[in-house]
Each structure stands twice: as structure tokens, then as C-alpha cells.
């Protein structure tokens, strides 16, 4: 009963969709205001009808429903719970109808909350929110129906993958779709812009939160991505320059490109074309992100194979909106009044070098995505990893380093150098002071090298706007704007150092041998069986020593599933404030050692600190923001007098 | 110095162009830098018989995939490092990997690694890319022609390597 009240409530929920589309269209281009008044409540009544179905699926995979074909193929009743309902998403169907599901909350929001647009880009905005929607209840229904029932209910289910059986992989999904799928939110915002030619500074304010907001949780969830492969895929790596990993990094380089044009175009009303255009990349990259992922082109370990009619259908829908909206753009875009000028020397010049460099990278990033679909075409096999991307991707991001210490130091419109010198040498003064310290280590990579001196930089420059304020009354989006900033800094920081000083020792070793690893000595004391839920394991049994101090104990794990069957890696990990040691243990040669692998990783934990940073620092501008805009609807119902936006708050 | 000052007073269009062209040659850029390096960087699927025909050069990065031989698994002495042959099509092709050993990676079962030839021809793999299941080589593949054990090799492949 309950997967079938989820089906209909799904149909139900593609019906008022349509009803939306029909409605915002009337409700944009003609004065017909009874027909317009219901794209609102459709919006809303979708995202409550997506919330039962949604609900009804965890639902069924919660009580282990096996008659429902996908609880079946993907969950097992021996799980424990927490990875029943994670089991919900970890699946092609339940991701999809997990993607429809906050689109549709994200839509009704919007209809619910929003209401400083002219009427009639509000409508324009619902419809192409509802149209995005309709696509994909199509896919989901027509091709990836969730609730399907068996004709046999099977005796017991075939499990999830055992990788995906992670406390920090269960929550990484919808975190990552609820950044994903919010983007669409601007997508919208960006076509109503053009089917009523509305690109106006306070367009950009009402888009700013929503594009932050997403844009924050895009942060947590790449960054939560980044550390589940570290700790478990047992290999010592934090970034693999995976498809499914740029999958998710080509929507935040545009949204971080798009938060920062919208803030021109909020302050200086410059940047309108640029903006529209980026507001439709962002969900675009989400788009072909998807369909990297969900239609198993791309082999990875977490793309499950599906088959290609679905591919298809999402390739179709992809070349429907894509297409669709850059042909809009292409149609309007001249009709777009130039903004307001600006010297090369000035914050918006700034914006616009950091806007260029994202762009570049995530136009190399999408390259060497697609390079290898594209060379199979021609049935040349080609894999494309580190050694291009990492490269390629800092000759732009360094560059934007620079840009990123004296961008927010510079004033609006035009300026001149004389007037930033003072920070700017105190600035380089640090650079100089960490380029002299690093040069006594001689092995450093020219990259890491070059990440470490601007490491130091980024994180003095980023305090800088600070200076000669009155701390307590600036903006939260100023304090945000410098924590974002300086959480960049404290990340490159850890990326380098991981990477210049990285420690690795692999060894055969018996019970009772000495194993060291820079500055960490110790010894494999037992090898055990331990047993899990649906697990046994090996485990090794280690205790450590840091440069002689305290003993630390490391039970790293070689675990077997069986449901299904599979051999994970479960990493130990000892955190001290300079780094980890990250011990993996492997299986028992025949000669009876067992294989030990020990990395010390000085500082790698910035990396993730960083990306939260990053994270925290979004989170107070949109308090800030939407603080702000809170206190002026107020003043406006009680009819007060309304402080326009202050001339801080605006030029944030 | 006004801001109209910088560029003898740009009007609007002609900064709108000016920012359209500069944002044109960034792009093309970066398109012809990621194709540069691709062409230098990006590391091509081979089988036995295509280093035969057509080896790569030494230290060139690439992806060497077929099936392990059976008995020639050898693990040396400091236990981790263990030689063996992929061999595939009548043709062999020696290799050497040192690291933990992946449960599924054993003798008479599909292989794909990613590394390079050195100069004695002898293929340095740094990581073995193996399914996470235990169907990761279906006994079919015995039979199978080159062209579909190919496929089959490359579609088995994790994109995360262990």
C-alpha cells in the first residue's frame, strides 16, 4: 500500500508541475491574474506531495518491504538501520526521486518566501522551475520508477554495496543534491530574467541567499566526499580527480564564479549578461554532472552501471534544457543593457579575473572529463588523472591567489594602487618570510611550494577588508566574505603540505616487529578477528609512538562483507593538531607477515577545516543577507520608514 | 584619476566588449592548454598484445589491462612487492607492483593497473584497479575475443584506484 501511495503522490505532484508551467507562462505574459494566483499554491502542494513520496520510500526500505523491486536489489533486513534508509539513495532510482524530491521543496520555497520580484519574472521563474521539474517526473517515471513492485517477493535482499555502508557516505548524497539541485533555483531565476528582460541589481539580491545557500551545501558535500575517500577507500589520497568527484566540483566552480558576478551585478548593477550566463552554467554542470554519474558512463566506483535507455533519456533532457536555455540566452542577450562602467584597477576588475579563472578551470576540468568519451568515439581508450589535472588547474588558480589578497581591498569602480600598498606589504612580507623557511626543505614540488607561500599569503590578505573597521557593526557578509577567503588559504595550506611532506612506509611485518614511519615509531602487537554486523575482519593491533611521547593505540581492519560479498579497507587513523598517521593493513603473505601500509600526513586535516571554513563562512553572509532583508520586510509592514540597504550591507 | 579616465572613457559597449573578447581568449586559452597537456598526460589503455605491436615509450604513463597468468605470481622478499605476468592475446607482458594486495587481484583473473614501462620493458604498475565484487572477471572471458575482453576490462574498472 504505502509504495503505491508514493507512486501516485509522485504522478499527482508531475500533474501540478504542469499545471504550474501553464500557470507561471499566463500568470508572465498576460495580466490574467486568477490563472497566475495558482502557480503558488502548485508549487507548494508539489514539494509537500514529492516530501510523502520521499517519505514513502525510506519507508519501505526501513521495514525492508522486499516485494518493492528496489529494496530488494539494494537493501538487506541484516543491515543496521541507519544504512537501511541511507540504502534509500544509494541507488539510481532513490537518488533520482531524492533529486526530484528537493527540487520540488526548492520550488515551493521560492513560491512560498520570495516576494520582492516584479510578479511577473516571480511567474516566469515558477514556470521554468516547474518545466526543469517536469523533465525529470518524466524520467522518473517513465524510466526509473522507485516503487516498482516484484512478482515474487524474494526470501532476503541483495544488500548495498558495502563502500557505500558509511555513517559520512550516508548523509553525503542528500547534501550534495540539496547544492545540486538548489542551483536550479537560479537556473530559474536566470530564464525569467530573460523571458522578461528584468536583470537589475535587486534581481541579483533576490538570487544572491538561494545561490548561496546551495552553494553551502555544495561546499559540506564535496568536502564530506573528499574525506569519505580518504579514510574509506584505504589508498591515502583526499582528491582523485575522479569523473564522479568533478561531477561535483564543475557546479560549485561555476556557483563560486556565479555568487561573486551577482555580487557585482547586486552592488554596481555591472556584469548582467555575465551573470545570467553563469546562473545558467551552474545547473547545467549539475545537469552533465548527473549524467556522468547516473548513466554510468563513466566507469567509477560509485557509478553503478545502468543501462543506457537511461542515459539517453538524461543525454535528451540535457540537450532540451541546455540547449533550450542557451538559445534563450543567444535570443536575448543583446536586448540586455550594458551595465555600469568600471577601470580595470577596481573590485569589479578583480571579480571579473577571479569570474575568468573560475571559468578557465572548470573549462579544463569539463575537458579532461569528457576527453575520455570523446576518444572512445574513435575506440581509443584513454584515462585522464592527476598528472593533467593538477597541473593545468593551478596555472589558473594560482594566478587567482594573487588576485584573491588585493581584490577585496580595492574599492568599487576605480582606484588607485597607492592606497593598498600598506596591507599589501605586510602581505608580502609573510610570503617572503615562508618562501625562505620552505627553501631549507629542498624535495618540495615546485607546486606545493608555490601553494605554501600563497597559502601564507591568502591567509593574512583575507583579514585585510577588517582593518579600520568598527569590528562589532560590520556586515556578517564582510566577516563571511574573510572566512570563506581564509578557510581557502587554510585548505591550500594542508593540500601542500600533505603533499611536500608526506611520509610513506609499506612493509611485510610479523607479530612483534618495530614498524616506523617519520616521526612515528611503533610495533604490530596482535592480528585478531573481529566481526560486525554483516562483517568479519582482520584486525592489526598496533601502538604507536610519536617522536617518543605517548603511545597511541591503531587497529586498522582488512573487512569482509557478505552482502554482497567484498573486501574493504578500514583505515586507522591517529589525529594530532600537525596531522594523521593513517595506517591500512593488508592481507597475510604465505610466509606469515601480514602487509602494513603507514602514511604520515602532516596537516592533511586543513584540507577539510578548510572546506568547512569555506562553508561557515557562506553560512554568516546568507545570516547576514537574509537578516538584513528580514529587518526591511518588517519595517515595511508596520509601515516604518524602510533604511534602504545600507551603504555597507549593499557594497558587501 | 576617474574610472571613465583609465581607458580615455570607455563607453559602456565598449567595456561590455573588451570584457566579452577577454573572456573569449581566456577560454580558448585554456581549451588549447588542456588540449596541449592532454595530448601529453593522458594515459592510454593497452593489452599485451598492443605493447607487441606497438609499445610506448618508457616511463610514458599508461593503462595496461588483461588477464593475470596463472603460476606466475611471485611475491619477493620484502612482501610487498609482488612480480607477475598479464598476459593476453598469446602475448606476455612481465609487470611488478609494489603495495598492499588487493584481494581480488589473483591468478587466472582480469587485471587492470595503471603505470609505466621502464626500460627493460618490465611494466611498473602504481596501482591495480579492481571491481569491488567478487564478479569482477565473469569465467566467461575465456572465450571471449580480444575486442570484447577489452570492453569487458575497461567497464570492470574502478575509477578509484586501490
Given at each position: 500500500m504505502i509504495p503505491e501511495i508514493g507512486l501516485a503522490a509522485l504522478w499527482l505532484a508531475a500533474a501540478l508541475a504542469a499545471l504550474q508551467l501553464l500557470a507561471g507562462l499566463a500568470g508572465a505574459r498576460t495580466d490574467n491574474a486568477e490563472i497566475a494566483a495558482l502557480a503558488r499554491p502548485a508549487a507548494a502542494l508539489q514539494a509537500f506531495l514529492c516530501a510523502i513520496a520521499f517519505g514513502s520510500l525510506l519507508y519501505v526500505f526501513a521495514v525492508t518491504d522486499l516485494s518493492v523491486k528496489l529494496v530488494a536489489t539494494?537493501?538487506?533486513?541484516?543491515?543496521?538501520m541507519i544504512f537501511k534508509l541511507s540504502g534509500a539513495w544509494g541507488n539510481h532510482e532513490g537518488s533520482m526521486l531524492l533529486w526530484i524530491t528537493v527540487m520540488a521543496i526548492a520550488g515551493g520555497a521560492i513560491a512560498l518566501?520570495?516576494?520582492?520580484?516584479?510578479e511577473k519574472t516571480m511567474m516566469a521563474t515558477l514556470a521554468a522551475q516547474a518545466f526543469v521539474g517536469l523533465g525529470f517526473y518524466a524520467f522518473l517515471l517513465l524510466s526509473s520508477n522507485p516503487f516498482e513492485r516484484l512478482a515474487e517477493t524474494p526470501p532476503e535482499g541483495n544488500g548495498l554495496n558495502p563502500l557505500l555502508q558509511d555513517v559520512g557516505l550516508a548523509f553525503h548524497p542528500p547534501t550534495l543534491y540539496i547544492g545540486y539541485v538548489g542551483l536550479s533555483i537560479a537556473f530559474s531565476f536566470a530564464l525569467a530574467a530573460l523571458l522578461t528582460r528584468n536583470v537589475t541589481p535587486e534581481f541579483a539580491r533576490v538570487m544572491r541567499p538561494w545561490v548561496l545557500a546551495a552553494w553551502i551545501f555544495l561546499t559540506i558535500g564535496i568536502t564530506a566526499g573528499s574525506y569519505w575517500a580518504y579514510y574509506e577507500?584505504?589508498?591515502?589520497?583526499?582528491?582523485?580527480?575522479d569523473p564522479v568527484e568533478n561531477a561535483s566540483l564543475m557546479p560549485w566552480l561555476a556557483a563560486t564564479a556565479l555568487l561573486h558576478s551577482a555580487s557585482v551585478l547586486a552592488a554596481r548593477d555591472a556584469l548582467r549578461t555575465w551573470t545570467i550566463m553563469l546562473g545558467v552554467i551552474a545547473f547545467s554542470m549539475s545537469m552533465v554532472g548527473t549524467f556522468l554519474v547516473r548513466s554510468g558512463i563513466l566507469t567509477s566506483v560509485h557509478a553503478f552501471a545502468v543501462d543506457p535507455e537511461r542515459g539517453s533519456f538524461i543525454l535528451a533532457l540535457l540537450v532540451l534544457y541546455i540547449g533550450g536555455a542557451l538559445v534563450l540566452f543567444a535570443l536575448r542577450a543583446n536586448t540586455i543593457a550594458e551595465g555600469e562602467r568600471f577601470s580595470p584597477l577596481s573590485r569589479e576588475g578583480a571579480l571579473v579575473v577571479n569570474n575568468i579563472g573560475l571559468t578557465a578551470i572548470l573549462g579544463v576540468v569539463l575537458i579532461g572529463t569528457l576527453y575520455p568519451l570523446f576518444t572512445e568515439a574513435f575506440d581509443v581508450r584513454v584515462s585522464v588523472g592527476p598528472p593533467y589535472f593538477n597541473p593545468v588547474s593551478a596555472i589558473f588558480f594560482l594566478p587567482m591567489m594573487l588576485v584573491l589578497m588585493v581584490g577585496p581591498l580595492l574599492r568599487w569602480r576605480n582606484d588607485n594602487a597607492?592606497?593598498?600598498a600598506k596591507p599589501l606589504a605586510l602581505v608580502g612580507a609573510v610570503m617572503v618570510t615562508v618562501l625562505i623557511r620552505s627553501l631549507f626543505y629542498d624535495d618540495i614540488g615546485l607546486l606545493p611550494f608555490l601553494g605554501l607561500v600563497l597559502a601564507a599569503g591568502v591567509a593574512v590578505a583575507s583579514f585585510a577588508p577588517l582593518f579600520g573597521r568598527t569590528l562589532r557593526r560590520t556586515p556578517l557578509a564582510i566577516w563571511g566574505m574573510c572566512i570563506a577567503h581564509f578557510g581557502i588559504a587554510v585548505a591550500m595550506f594542508g593540500m601542500a603540505a600533505d603533499t611536500a611532506f608526506q611520509k610513506e612506509r609499506l612493509v611485510a611485518a610479523n607479530i612483534g616487529d618495530m614498524v616506523e614511519v617519520g616521526p612515528w615509531t611503533g610495533q604490530l602487537e596482535t592480528v585478531n578477528a573481529v566481526a560486525g554486523p554483516n562483517w568479519t575482519a582482520m584486525q592489526a593491533n598496533l601502538t604507536m609512538f610519536y617522536e617518543g611521547g605517548e603511545g597511541q593505540e591503531a587497529h586498522p581492519q582488512s573487512r569482509n562483507f557478505w552482502t554482497p560479498t567484498m573486501e574493504t579497507s578500514e583505515v586507522a587513523l591517529l589525529t594530532r593538531w600537525n596531522g594523521q598517521l593513517y595506517v591500512a593493513v593488508g592481507n597475510q603473505g604465505e610466509d606469515g607477515r601480514w602487509q602494513l601500509r603507514l602514511w604520515w600526513k602532516p596537516f592533511v586535516t586543513f584540507i577539510w577545516y578548510g572546506g568547512l571554513l569555506i562553508a561557515l563562512g557562506g553560512g554568516l553572509a546568507l545570516i547576514g543577507r537574509v537578516a538584513g532583508d528580514l529587518r526591511r520586510r518588517r519595517q515595511q509592514a508596520s509601515g516604518e520608514e524602510v533604511d534602504g540597504e545600507s551603504h555597507e550591507e549593499a557594497l558587501a | 584619476m576617474s574610472a571613465d579616465g583609465a581607458k580615455g572613457g570607455l563607453k559602456p559597449k565598449h567595456q561590455r566588449l573588451v570584457l566579452i573578447v577577454l573572456a573569449v581568449a581566456a577560454l580558448i586559452g585554456a581549451t588549447l592548454l588542456a588540449m596541449v597537456a592532454l595530448r601529453d598526460q593522458a594515459s592510454y589503455f593497452y593489452m599485451p598484445a598492443d605493447i607487441a605491436a606497438n609499445p610506448p615509450a618508457p616511463g610514458q604513463a599508461i593503462r595496461l589491462g588483461g588477464m593475470v597468468e596463472q603460476g606466475s605470481m611471485q611475491m619477493q622478499d620484502d612482501g610487498v612487492t609482488v612480480e607477475f605476468v598479464v598476459a593476453g592475446d598469446g602475448e606476455r607482458v612481465q609487470a611488478v607492483y609494489t603495495g598492499i594486495k588487493p584481494d581480488l587481484f589473483v591468478e587466472g583473473s582480469g587485471v587492470v593497473a595503471d603505470g609505466r614501462l621502464n626500460a627493460e620493458g618490465v611494466f611498473v604498475a602504481d596501482t591495480l584497479l579492481a571491481k569491488h565484487d567478487e564478479n569482477y572477471m565473469p569465467r566467461e572471458l575465456e572465450g571471449m575475443s580480444s575486442e570484447e575482453m577489452r570492453a569487458e576490462l575497461q567497464d570492470s574498472v574502478a575509477g578509484n584506484g586501490q
Amino acid at each position: 500500500m504505502i509504495p503505491e501511495i508514493g507512486l501516485a503522490a509522485l504522478w499527482l505532484a508531475a500533474a501540478l508541475a504542469a499545471l504550474q508551467l501553464l500557470a507561471g507562462l499566463a500568470g508572465a505574459r498576460t495580466d490574467n491574474a486568477e490563472i497566475a494566483a495558482l502557480a503558488r499554491p502548485a508549487a507548494a502542494l508539489q514539494a509537500f506531495l514529492c516530501a510523502i513520496a520521499f517519505g514513502s520510500l525510506l519507508y519501505v526500505f526501513a521495514v525492508t518491504d522486499l516485494s518493492v523491486k528496489l529494496v530488494a536489489t539494494n537493501s538487506h533486513s541484516m543491515k543496521p538501520m541507519i544504512f537501511k534508509l541511507s540504502g534509500a539513495w544509494g541507488n539510481h532510482e532513490g537518488s533520482m526521486l531524492l533529486w526530484i524530491t528537493v527540487m520540488a521543496i526548492a520550488g515551493g520555497a521560492i513560491a512560498l518566501i520570495e516576494r520582492r520580484l516584479p510578479e511577473k519574472t516571480m511567474m516566469a521563474t515558477l514556470a521554468a522551475q516547474a518545466f526543469v521539474g517536469l523533465g525529470f517526473y518524466a524520467f522518473l517515471l517513465l524510466s526509473s520508477n522507485p516503487f516498482e513492485r516484484l512478482a515474487e517477493t524474494p526470501p532476503e535482499g541483495n544488500g548495498l554495496n558495502p563502500l557505500l555502508q558509511d555513517v559520512g557516505l550516508a548523509f553525503h548524497p542528500p547534501t550534495l543534491y540539496i547544492g545540486y539541485v538548489g542551483l536550479s533555483i537560479a537556473f530559474s531565476f536566470a530564464l525569467a530574467a530573460l523571458l522578461t528582460r528584468n536583470v537589475t541589481p535587486e534581481f541579483a539580491r533576490v538570487m544572491r541567499p538561494w545561490v548561496l545557500a546551495a552553494w553551502i551545501f555544495l561546499t559540506i558535500g564535496i568536502t564530506a566526499g573528499s574525506y569519505w575517500a580518504y579514510y574509506e577507500l584505504g589508498w591515502g589520497g583526499w582528491w582523485f580527480w575522479d569523473p564522479v568527484e568533478n561531477a561535483s566540483l564543475m557546479p560549485w566552480l561555476a556557483a563560486t564564479a556565479l555568487l561573486h558576478s551577482a555580487s557585482v551585478l547586486a552592488a554596481r548593477d555591472a556584469l548582467r549578461t555575465w551573470t545570467i550566463m553563469l546562473g545558467v552554467i551552474a545547473f547545467s554542470m549539475s545537469m552533465v554532472g548527473t549524467f556522468l554519474v547516473r548513466s554510468g558512463i563513466l566507469t567509477s566506483v560509485h557509478a553503478f552501471a545502468v543501462d543506457p535507455e537511461r542515459g539517453s533519456f538524461i543525454l535528451a533532457l540535457l540537450v532540451l534544457y541546455i540547449g533550450g536555455a542557451l538559445v534563450l540566452f543567444a535570443l536575448r542577450a543583446n536586448t540586455i543593457a550594458e551595465g555600469e562602467r568600471f577601470s580595470p584597477l577596481s573590485r569589479e576588475g578583480a571579480l571579473v579575473v577571479n569570474n575568468i579563472g573560475l571559468t578557465a578551470i572548470l573549462g579544463v576540468v569539463l575537458i579532461g572529463t569528457l576527453y575520455p568519451l570523446f576518444t572512445e568515439a574513435f575506440d581509443v581508450r584513454v584515462s585522464v588523472g592527476p598528472p593533467y589535472f593538477n597541473p593545468v588547474s593551478a596555472i589558473f588558480f594560482l594566478p587567482m591567489m594573487l588576485v584573491l589578497m588585493v581584490g577585496p581591498l580595492l574599492r568599487w569602480r576605480n582606484d588607485n594602487a597607492g592606497r593598498i600598498a600598506k596591507p599589501l606589504a605586510l602581505v608580502g612580507a609573510v610570503m617572503v618570510t615562508v618562501l625562505i623557511r620552505s627553501l631549507f626543505y629542498d624535495d618540495i614540488g615546485l607546486l606545493p611550494f608555490l601553494g605554501l607561500v600563497l597559502a601564507a599569503g591568502v591567509a593574512v590578505a583575507s583579514f585585510a577588508p577588517l582593518f579600520g573597521r568598527t569590528l562589532r557593526r560590520t556586515p556578517l557578509a564582510i566577516w563571511g566574505m574573510c572566512i570563506a577567503h581564509f578557510g581557502i588559504a587554510v585548505a591550500m595550506f594542508g593540500m601542500a603540505a600533505d603533499t611536500a611532506f608526506q611520509k610513506e612506509r609499506l612493509v611485510a611485518a610479523n607479530i612483534g616487529d618495530m614498524v616506523e614511519v617519520g616521526p612515528w615509531t611503533g610495533q604490530l602487537e596482535t592480528v585478531n578477528a573481529v566481526a560486525g554486523p554483516n562483517w568479519t575482519a582482520m584486525q592489526a593491533n598496533l601502538t604507536m609512538f610519536y617522536e617518543g611521547g605517548e603511545g597511541q593505540e591503531a587497529h586498522p581492519q582488512s573487512r569482509n562483507f557478505w552482502t554482497p560479498t567484498m573486501e574493504t579497507s578500514e583505515v586507522a587513523l591517529l589525529t594530532r593538531w600537525n596531522g594523521q598517521l593513517y595506517v591500512a593493513v593488508g592481507n597475510q603473505g604465505e610466509d606469515g607477515r601480514w602487509q602494513l601500509r603507514l602514511w604520515w600526513k602532516p596537516f592533511v586535516t586543513f584540507i577539510w577545516y578548510g572546506g568547512l571554513l569555506i562553508a561557515l563562512g557562506g553560512g554568516l553572509a546568507l545570516i547576514g543577507r537574509v537578516a538584513g532583508d528580514l529587518r526591511r520586510r518588517r519595517q515595511q509592514a508596520s509601515g516604518e520608514e524602510v533604511d534602504g540597504e545600507s551603504h555597507e550591507e549593499a557594497l558587501a | 584619476m576617474s574610472a571613465d579616465g583609465a581607458k580615455g572613457g570607455l563607453k559602456p559597449k565598449h567595456q561590455r566588449l573588451v570584457l566579452i573578447v577577454l573572456a573569449v581568449a581566456a577560454l580558448i586559452g585554456a581549451t588549447l592548454l588542456a588540449m596541449v597537456a592532454l595530448r601529453d598526460q593522458a594515459s592510454y589503455f593497452y593489452m599485451p598484445a598492443d605493447i607487441a605491436a606497438n609499445p610506448p615509450a618508457p616511463g610514458q604513463a599508461i593503462r595496461l589491462g588483461g588477464m593475470v597468468e596463472q603460476g606466475s605470481m611471485q611475491m619477493q622478499d620484502d612482501g610487498v612487492t609482488v612480480e607477475f605476468v598479464v598476459a593476453g592475446d598469446g602475448e606476455r607482458v612481465q609487470a611488478v607492483y609494489t603495495g598492499i594486495k588487493p584481494d581480488l587481484f589473483v591468478e587466472g583473473s582480469g587485471v587492470v593497473a595503471d603505470g609505466r614501462l621502464n626500460a627493460e620493458g618490465v611494466f611498473v604498475a602504481d596501482t591495480l584497479l579492481a571491481k569491488h565484487d567478487e564478479n569482477y572477471m565473469p569465467r566467461e572471458l575465456e572465450g571471449m575475443s580480444s575486442e570484447e575482453m577489452r570492453a569487458e576490462l575497461q567497464d570492470s574498472v574502478a575509477g578509484n584506484g586501490q
